[in-house]
């Protein structure tokens, strides 16, 4: 594992809490040797992990559409800044150059591209881990709409499983570095399995 792709959000949320954990996320990835790649933003939480993990001396690669990058939104001191077209190329781009991907608190954009990427493991488009890195029960709630999608039978319990939890950087990195793809039957290929 060379790179982590860490999504999280574009604003520093009400707690302290929130940007702590983002810090000392980027000073773990640099620790461990793991580069960032991310959204190339320097606002929020972006903005503090991409620091975290250029003050360590570790690797930063941002992605960011042009129209975004127009804005002052990027961050200007990056080991690599590629700006692309179009949100869906910046995914795209993501995704190519990463290992796996962790989640921190964040918003809307954080809670659609953590989605995609786990369901891509669910279809076996890629073999990548995916984690969410739980701060103050910030992602309580989507383990608990797991289950719930679970208990109504639109989720099969191995897939809502594809998602690694920890409450500590060490801890969800260590989990990451230890996922190993399962294999299993596809739903969509016996939806009597479901």
Not at 12 to 37: E, H, I, M, N, Q
Not at 42 to 56: F, I, K, N, P, R
Not at 73 to 86: D, I
Not at 136 to 165: I, K, N, S
Request: charged share 20%; aromatic share 8%.
């Amino acid at each position: 594992m060379r790179r982590i792709c860490v999504f999280c959000g574009s604003a520093f949320g009400s707690r302290p809490a929130y940007r702590d954990a983002a810090k000392r996320f980027g000073s773990a990835l640099a620790t461990r040797g793991l580069g960032l790649v991310y959204g190339g933003g320097s606002v929020g939480l972006m903005g503090v992990l991409a620091d975290a993990v250029l003050a360590e001396g570790g690797e930063v690669i941002g992605v960011i559409p042009g129209p975004l990058a127009t804005r002052e939104l990027a961050h200007a001191g990056l080991t690599e800044l590629r700006v692309v077209g179009s949100m869906h190329e910046r995914k795209a781009t993501m995704a190519q150059l990463s290992d796996g991907f962790v989640a921190l608190p964040g918003g809307l954009g954080t809670f659609e591209e953590t989605l995609e990427v786990l369901t891509w493991t669910q279809l076996g488009i890629h073999t990548k881990p995916v984690g969410v890195l739980n701060v103050e029960g910030y992602w309580d709630g989507l383990q608990r709409m797991l289950a719930h999608a679970v208990r109504e039978g639109f989720v099969r319990a191995e897939y809502a499983a594809l998602l690694l939890f920890g409450t500590s950087a060490p801890e969800l990195l260590d989990r990451v570095a230890a996922w190993r793809a399962p294999a299993f039957p596809r739903a969509w290929l016996d939806p009597g399995q479901i």
